[in-house]
């Protein structure tokens, strides 16, 4: 079960914003603390909401962002998952799993026909979300 983050574990989350996210992009990017801060206050400031899953000791295990993105093309608005980390001694206990499909029912239940994420391709967790029914939607190419 998620439940929606705490004042104290959303002051945690944010002080770990560079390494979950850097450990998400499988160090193709080197981001300063103060840069993923930033993208995780900004999430929070328009709309977004955290919510959290703890481990059978009741300490915090995991955590998903979840919000809203237009869809330039199509002008239609997504329901998004803008983070998703798992914490390494909760990790292969299905955590992740039960962390996406609550944040999906969330956000359909938010009326979003359509749930989106960005992955990056060194992330070895990109096999669950295909297991899950995702679909790569576009690739983006870089030299």
């Known amino acids: 079960m998620i439940m929606p983050a705490t004042e104290v574990e959303k002051q945690f989350i944010i ?11 499988g160090s193709t990017v080197d981001i300063s603390q103060e840069k993923a801060e930033g993208l995780l206050q900004a999430a929070l400031y328009s709309g977004a ?3 959290v899953t703890r481990g059978p000791d009741g300490e915090l295990a995991g955590w998903i962002l979840l919000g809203k993105q ?4 199509t002008g239609k608005q997504v329901g998004f998952m803008f ?8 990790r292969k206990k299905g955590l992740g799993k039960l962390l996406i499909q609550e ?40 030299i």
């Open 103 to 142: 944040g999906v029912g969330i956000l359909k239940s938010r009326g979003y026909e359509e749930v989106r994420f960005n992955v990056y391709t060194a992330n070895p967790v990109k096999e669950m979300y295909s297991r899950l029914g995702f679909k790569e939607l576009q690739t983006i190419m870089y």
């Open 83 to 90: 983070e998703l980390y798992v914490l390494p001694p909760y």
């Open 70 to 73: 237009m869809d330039f093309i």
């Open 49 to 51: 909401s955290l919510h």
């Open 15 to 25: 002080s770990r914003a560079a390494v979950t996210a850097k450990e998400s992009m």
